[in-house]
């Protein structure tokens, strides 16, 4: 059956069956290929709406310049980086703020168990003696601490 489809028909059904599980990153290798204007304009709309990360590559500076806010483009053996990748100052505002410190979600709603950074004070006087007697095998090795043994 899919044989019958045209192109942009095919291409279709691949980016369906690709979203399908709500995956974290997508990559695409020229979408704009065998597309028309009015499946270009869908895509580069789902793709400014989408929650995940997208790995764009296309020889269409217009499509890349329509969808994406930071482009790598690779040339004569160099990368060149322009845009504005605001996510890294979006995240650590975040974390000052304390959004996101509650239940993490994957893009399938899943719940993701995150780990509450250790604090020396909740080690129990068991633990930590035997923790202590580790941590001074390390420094006798010069081997290096992490910064929770550091703190302990």
Not at 25 to 48: G, Q, V
Not at 89 to 95: C, G, H, M, S
Not at 126 to 139: F, L
């Amino acid at each position: 059956r899919i044989a019958q489809l045209s192109s942009g028909q095919k291409i279709k059904v691949v980016l369906a069956a690709a979203l399908w599980y709500l995956p974290h990153i997508l990559i695409l290798d020229e979408p704009t290929n065998y597309a028309s204007r009015e499946d270009l304009a869908a895509l580069a709309k789902a793709m400014n709406n989408w929650a995940g990360g997208i790995v764009l590559i296309t020889h269409s500076q217009a499509f890349a310049e329509l969808t994406t806010r930071e482009n790598w483009i690779v040339q004569n053996h160099r990368c060149e980086i322009s845009g504005e990748a605001d996510w890294v100052a979006l995240e650590k505002e975040a974390l000052e703020l304390g959004i996101g410190q509650g239940d993490q979600l994957d893009a399938a709603g899943n719940k993701v168990e995150t780990k509450k950074k250790r604090d020396p004070a909740d080690v129990k006087p068991r633990d930590k003696k035997v923790m202590m007697k580790e941590i001074k095998k390390k420094i006798a090795a010069d081997s290096e601490l992490t910064d929770f043994e550091y703190e302990c």
